[in-house]
């Protein structure tokens, strides 16, 4: 299983990937082109992030909590 930090990184990217298909989408639909091919790779890709998420969430839950610290480094 990656790290945390490898899944943030990929929920990132794939989150970016999504806006730009998205993007797409609108702009075959404005042509009046058929967009049923690129919605269900939509769908993929959001349920793909999903899992990702669900993965960063459960190794955010794993760790143990941080000693919470305030600007300048003092402990209240």
């Given amino acids: ?10 929920i990132e990217h794939m989150r970016g990937q999504l806006g ?4 797409e989408i609108l702009m075959l639909q404005r042509a009046r082109i058929g967009t049923a091919a690129a919605e269900a790779l939509l769908s993929r890709m959001q349920a793909r992030i999903e899992t990702l998420c669900a993965q960063r969430d459960a190794l955010k839950g794993a760790e143990p ?8 480094g003092r402990n209240w």
């Fill in 1 to 10: 299983m990656p790290d945390l930090n490898q899944l943030r990184r990929d």
């Fill in 20 to 23: 730009r298909q998205r993007k």
């Fill in 65 to 72: 909590p941080r000693k919470g610290r305030v600007l300048g």
